[in-house]
DNA sequence: TTAACGTACAACCAAATGGTTGCACGTCGA
DNA sequence: TCGACGTGCAACCATTTGGTTGTACGTTAA
């Protein structure tokens, strides 16, 4: 239901990766309601061009936003659904609480009620 | 409301960096429905004692879990408030995107209706 | 047609990460 | 009481990460 078996667990851990960076999960934010290209971002931030284009390539390979080429730029967008998927993932462990305390309720409760 | 502003940028980089690690994860869940020794959860791992014991600490310092002395033991469990605020913070992305399309409404729509 | 722009990528570097082994020390059980 | 157990921590190592500068190359505008 959730785990769509074999998601790979390394496609989890960069995806939990790429969001552990304020720098990205600002362009993240900002990708969702804007498509700025990538100079748009990289003015934004004190560090270099090449800096920001990697944290966008990130965030790209985590599969979180989806470059489109418009001439020379390369606009950049939010994977929402992808975002969505992370969050899932994170109330995946709170059901599997659940799930077990259920489990436990059928040990210990008679079948029928 | 989400943000009880200036919860560290850097909390939230351990927060999703800690979970960027499969067997941090399975650490995290299987201490979400039982209270396992440290050596309980190295047992687990085809790594040394040390490594886990690592990954506990990392766990431990993003504040996912908590362990508790018991004679020489330390018992792990999840702090399950601090997991559901990763999930949180994610919604918050979503509701960002809602608000600023409703913003965007305000603007582009008379302000009565 | 050229200069400036936007991007990609390689080479390099310091610091952090994820693993190891070894040692110290308190606790428990025989 | 004493050996085994559970833990914490330091030292070490290889790899990854997050940053830099420099170069190359297609695109755009004057």
Redesign the pocket.
């Known amino acids: 239901m959730v785990a769509r078996r074999k998601e790979s667990e390394e496609a989890l851990n ?1 995806l939990f ?1 790429a969001l ?2 304020s ?2 999960r600002d362009i993240l934010a900002r990708s969702l309601t804007e498509t700025p ?6 003015a934004r931030y ?13 965030l790209e390979r985590a599969g979180l936003i989806k ?1 489109r ?7 950049v967008s939010t994977n929402r659904a992808r975002l969505k998927r992370a969050g899932e993932l994170l109330d995946y462990f709170e059901s599997i609480w659940r799930q077990r305390m259920a489990q436990l309720d059928d040990v210990l409760l008679p079948k029928g009620k």
């Open positions: 960069q990766r552990a960076d720098t990205r290209s990538v100079s748009d971002l990289a004190e560090m270099s061009f090449a800096a920001v284009q990697k944290h966008v390539a990130v470059k080429a418009n001439g020379r730029e390369q606009l």
